[in-house]
């Protein structure tokens, strides 16, 4: 039965960020909170009477009510069908795919990514399109408007879907197609790349240790690392998910995989490592005595692209976020193709996918993909640079060390200040920002300024223009910082701060990037008085 609930107040907080709408769980648990929001997102969403829905999530706690909830909120509004995943597990690169192979009119994903999980933790719900990316801002803005005003929302009562069970159910006339959640992504990968070559290096005395972080990608990792490709058992840890993570932080870098990285940094067993986040779009790649730094990481996979099936007749052109590192574009140069810059968040790679003007994309934030689906993709970057090391037999440390030979190196660093008291936060960065038109022409870090600015984007697909990206002050010798504030934190607000600086091929190019960006370092931190600012000595996480 159809049920109309009215709201005593509309909500003022449901903005989505970077990356969909984030909360604490404890915000999600207010009566009525997630179904205004879904309310919002059906009655804004394109097709919704009659369409097909995609609905799963990492895993985390809230996970299942949320899909019940969508489920008789998708039945009220007319959706025809819903296709959900065995448990609700269902990675975001595996439901873009779905989205796409299952012409669904988009796809609801229930995670807060790299956010901690569990009651006392975070929840978030992302909206993606029927492209299989994450839907544009007209869309988000579109959806926070509706909140603000929302009166009642509609849902069906019924008893809950048994999820954990593949099969077809039906909630009035609504199906609910419960499917496994990795096959269809098994599936995707065999198509991109070579497994058999893949499966002969890993049975060749190629130790590798996998972090699923407790998170969504276990089932994934577990399919295609140890059932397919033949790793030993136990290559894959942490691999099942759990409601809290197992009380970790899924964020895979130095910090938050100091496990698997202290495996691979200082101990001799594992000659490949690689970790993923939450919801299983994000990846760290370790090789023995070797971190690969994200922004290279790009850079490496397109200059060796074409070893991959998926690649071999060459690339469209290349795009990265605003704050990535500049080392893919030297490599597009060399190649000739397209290098896009866009500002943060995968949203903004869809259109130029869509277009097909590019085909691998990626961001500083441990994020790579490519137009296979329209989400960045862990276990895709995983098994690419597993294809690149079959083909190549050779070390980590030795492909980096000579793709720096080959192109120099752009050392890399962003250093975060996390939970900031957010006046002190929007202060720091609203006098840096208003210092900007001076600094051109002024030393900064013993260079001169050549450009200072915030970072605008005119998409080259439909022209749409978005400002307010991000600061940035370019320096003369191309080195450059930058920094924004975080659109997907819950707590306080997290200021990043980016730091590039390039060294040609001729030039040191075995320092470590902290001592390489020093200089940077300090002139920003004085420059932005970070430390008296934000009462915090050093960065809450450096990578
Ligand atoms: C962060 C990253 C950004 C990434 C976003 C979503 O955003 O910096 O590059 O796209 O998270 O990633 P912000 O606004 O906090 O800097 V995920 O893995 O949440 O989907
Ligand atoms: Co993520």
Redesign the pocket.
Known sequence: TLRLVRLDAPFTDQKP????L?KSSQQFEQANYLESFVEAVFRTLPGVQGGTLVLGGDGRYGNRRAIDVILRMGAAHGLSKVIVTTGGILS?PAASNLIRQRQAIGGIIL?????PGGPNGDF?V?VNGANGG?TPASFTDAVFECTKTLEQYTIVDAAAIAIDTPGSYSIGAMQVEVIDGVDDFVALMQQLFDFDRIRELIRSDFPLAFDAMHAVTGPYATRLLEEILGAPAGSVRNGVPLEDFGGGHP?PNLTYAHELAELLLDGEEFRFGAAC???G??NMILGQHCFVNPSDSLAVLTANATVAPAYADGLAGVAR?M??SSAVDVVAKELGIDCYETP???KFFGNLLDAGKITLCG?????TGSNHVR??DGLWAVLFWLQILAERRCSVAEIMAEHWKRFGRHYYS?HDYEAVASDAAHGLFHRLEGMLPGLVGQSFAGRSVSAADNFSYTDPVDGSVTKGQGLRILLEDGSRVMV??????TKGA?I?VYLESYVPSSGDLNQDPQVALADMISAINELAEIKQRTGMDRPTVIT
Do not use: C, I, Q, V
């Open positions: 960020g970077t990356s969909g984030r975001t995670s807060a990514s790299h956010n978030g992302k994450p964020d986040d939450g919801d779009d994000r976020s704050p990535t943060t968040g995968w961001e500083e934030s441990f994020g989400e960045k962003r924004r504030l975080s659109g997907t934190g997290t990043r």
